[in-house]
């Protein structure tokens, strides 16, 4: 588990940039550093040390020294693929998955990637034929970013590694603020900073004489659901799939934790990976709050028989590391729970270098509440005609609040502009209000609908889910989960973010997925028979903060009231209607979200353009970790 800069040569380039850029992502990589330049290409590489401690130095060549790789990740199927190629004459120098990419793609070139089952982001630079390819996972558990303006050409596995290089020019991409608005994240390759790209989940780049090109190798869809299949049934195949992944992810030369909440996702994964070995579980929580979750947990590892250590948090740890947190999110990301998992993964990273969590579950079998309302949706649509739901919407809209008039209002809406994730946080109205310039508004569900369409034809459900694989689970679960793990320089593996689980998750129907009662009930028939009933059937609560409650905390509130009449604040937003949404807040009217999100952006702004902020700003983004 590393991190990786590049960049195209350019004569203005002062030599020791590299080293810079590498110094910033530091933390993704403190055991060590290597570089590689030549008249064309630099790269850099910070590595973590996980399999083959001794031998796992990066940049990695082939034979001949003529491709040069640099690999954030792990390969779980490396010592299948290595055999492979043994077979067609390769040898091999360590027992490391980098030397299978440099091989691999030797012998395939891109189609290594079908073969691979893991978690990456790698660049090889083929020097004969003077080209960069980069590639990611499957679903972006690993990040990769590049920087295109058409005169140079930077890649990295944070952004904040292209502050270093004297061509990056650094400006905020305005247009982009009200998706985000919208989304709490960016859901396309664009990014807050014009002309730096995500590579997107299942794609590939080729970089060549001053052009570059992607291309999808993997595309997740839903095009072989089995209505045959049966919750009894789909459980079977699960418990195999899940021990098959588990057992996988195990594969280290140093000690494996895991994560452990009090919901299925995570006790099941640290339940199949007690069954291979002692493991030590890490348990978040506040100090006599309503929200913490350190009672299921701390239970549930004594039940198994596991070591539990539980860790704890207040609001001064929260609001003290946020400016700090979004400096190491590169974007700004508005997910309240992205603290404790610093936190949790900080205290984790004393114990272990690597460590298990749950993420992927709630999206691959269906498990997130807001599932269970396309039932209802459903049948409406089928059995009530367009026409007659547009005129139920259109006079609903007419009469006075009553029970059942939001139903009757968005059961005349497409999917694609009534699913909550598209207006997550401020809707289209909220964004003309809050908004200093509302020219800059855009419809939210237009921006995505392409997502949608590649689904059409689906039950609502599967298209929830599929919005969900490809936006929510890259952009928001997974990059917190790296982020935040990886600036304590720990290793988060995602189990049920995996391509057999996927594979076999894109074709339970409908019925194993959800009923009308219960969430990814498949899932949970399969947990019960390995864990106790109440922990497999528990609510699902997400990961809980007193967040809304510490808003109206004077000590912090302050704070808030402080950065809504800021000059950053002044520039983008209404401030009149920042001052609003907290008087709502006090009033009871829950607008958490919608706070945390101006808020964030805010310090996200100051961290990352203080040239536009005050000189008492500046020292507050100095007293933090940056």
Same mark, same amino acid.
């Given at each position: ?241 899940? /021990? ?71 609001? /001064? ?112 109205? /909220? ?22 369409? /590649? ?172």
């Amino acid at each position: 588990m590393c991190g990786f800069v590049g960049y195209v040569n350019q004569k203005d380039v002062p030599e020791g940039t590299i080293n810079d850029m590498a110094d910033r992502i530091k933390h993704r990589g403190p055991d060590d550093e290597a570089y590689f330049a030549d008249e064309n290409v630099s790269m850099g590489f910070r590595r973590l040390s996980i399999i083959d401690l001794a031998h796992g130095r990066q940049p990695m060549f082939n034979a001949d020294q003529t491709k040069v790789l640099t690999f954030n990740g792990e390969i779980y199927n490396y010592k299948e693929i290595r055999e492979e190629l043994r077979d067609l004459g390769y040898e091999f120098r360590t027992d490391v998955d980098s030397e299978v990419l440099v091989y691999g793609y030797e012998e395939w070139g891109p189609a290594l990637l079908e073969k691979l089952r893991g978690m990456f982001a790698f660049v090889i630079y083929d020097k004969k034929k003077n080209e960069v390819f980069g590639a990611r996972d499957h679903f972006g558990i690993k990040p990769l970013y590049y920087y295109d303006d058409g005169q140079s050409f930077l890649w990295g596995s944070e952004i904040k590694a292209f502050l270093e290089h004297p061509n990056f020019k650094k400006e905020l991409n305005l247009k982009l603020l009200p998706i985000h608005l919208s989304f709490e994240f960016i859901p396309s390759r664009e990014t807050m900073f014009k002309h730096v790209y995500k590579l997107l989940p299942g794609q590939y780049f080729l970089h060549k004489d001053g052009k570059t090109e992607t291309h999808r190798y993997y595309k997740f869809n839903y095009d072989h659901i089995d209505n045959s299949q049966t919750i009894q049934g789909d459980a079977d195949k699960i418990q195999k799939i899940v /021990d098959d992944s588990v057992k996988a992810h195990m594969i280290a030369d140093v000690e494996v934790g895991s994560f452990l909440s009090s919901g299925i996702d995570s006790s099941y994964v640290l339940n199949e990976a007690a069954k291979l070995k002692p493991i030590q579980s890490f348990s978040i929580g506040f100090h006599h709050s309503k929200y913490s979750e350190l009672a299921w947990s701390t239970e549930f590892a004594k039940n198994i028989k596991q070591k539990n250590t539980p860790i704890y948090m207040d609001g /001064d740890d929260y609001f003290n590391f946020l400016p700090t947190m979004m400096y190491y999110m590169d974007e700004p990301l508005s997910n309240p729970a992205a603290i404790q998992l610093y936190y949790l993964s900080k205290e984790t990273s004393k114990h272990v270098k690597v460590a298990l969590s749950g993420e992927g579950a709630d999206e691959f079998f269906g498990g997130y509440n807001t599932y269970l309302e396309s039932i209802p949706f459903d049948r409406y649509q089928k059995y009530v005609p367009k026409p007659i739901r547009k005129g139920l919407a259109a006079v609903a809209n007419k009469l006075p609040r009553f029970h059942g008039k939001r139903f009757l209002v968005r059961g005349a809406q497409p999917l694609s502009e009534r699913y909550y994730r598209v207006n997550y946080v401020f809707n289209y109205d /909220d964004r003309n209000r809050v908004l200093k310039d509302p020219s800059i508004n855009v419809d939210s569900g237009a921006y995505t609908k392409h997502i949608f369409d /590649d689904v059409a034809g689906k039950d609502e459900m599967t298209q929830m889910q599929y919005f969900d694989i490809n936006t929510w689970l890259p952009y928001d679960i997974l990059h917190k989960a790296d982020r935040m793990s990886m600036c304590n320089s720990l290793e988060v593996r995602v189990p049920l973010v995996d391509k057999k689980v996927a594979e076999f998750a894109s074709t339970m129907p409908v019925k194993t997925r959800i009923t009308p009662e219960e969430t990814k009930i498949a899932l949970r028939t399969a947990a019960e028979r390995e864990m106790p009933k109440k922990t497999a059937l528990k609510e699902k609560l997400g990961f809980p903060s007193p967040i809304a409650s510490w808003i109206n905390d004077p000590k912090y509130h302050e704070r808030i009231v402080h950065e809504f009449h800021s000059d950053t604040a002044k520039k983008f937003f209404n401030v009149d209607q920042l001052d609003f949404l907290l008087k709502q807040h006090a009033e009871g009217k829950s607008n958490m979200q919608k706070i945390f999100t101006i808020y964030t952006f805010i310090l996200w702004y100051q961290v990352y353009f203080p040239e536009d902020t005050t000189e008492e700003t500046v020292k507050l983004v100095h007293r933090t970790k940056i």
